[in-house]
């Protein structure tokens, strides 16, 4: 069974940092895409960075130059470092991971990230 656990959101001033990471367990993590998606209300959930198992990465141009994704394969882990946050990246974070090979992903249960004053 494979899982997903987000953690690291929270409320931050506009200007600031958080770190989301998202612990994988129950699968051959290195094997798997790996992705942030984010959903504001009553919008669709859009995909803001993702990083290949050849660890490629590509980024939203919203958030391009301001978030970075990395990932931890012996921690079957993946990292979003968000800085310079904007009261527009307010929205429920959710992990992603697909197999390279395949259409076969699985989601994390989201992380709730406001910016703020």
């Known amino acids: 069974q494979v899982q997903l656990v987000e953690s690291g959101g929270g409320l931050v001033q506009p200007g600031g940092s958080l770190r989301l990471s998202c612990v994988a367990s129950?699968?051959?993590?290195?094997?798997?895409?790996v992705a942030w998606y984010r959903q504001c209300p009553g919008k669709q959930r859009e995909l803001v960075a993702g990083?290949?198992?050849?660890?490629?990465?590509n980024y939203v141009n919203s958030v391009k130059g301001r978030f970075t994704i990395s990932r931890d394969n012996a921690k079957s882990t993946v990292y979003l470092q968000m800085d310079s946050l904007k009261p527009e990246d307010t929205a429920v974070y959710y992990c992603?991971?697909?197999?390279?090979?395949?259409?076969?992903?699985?989601w994390g249960q989201g992380t709730q990230v406001t910016v703020s004053s």
């Open positions: 990083a290949t198992s050849s660890g490629r990465t």
């Open positions: 129950g699968t051959g993590f290195s094997m798997y895409n």
């Open positions: 992603n991971i697909q197999h390279f090979l395949s259409a076969v992903n699985y």
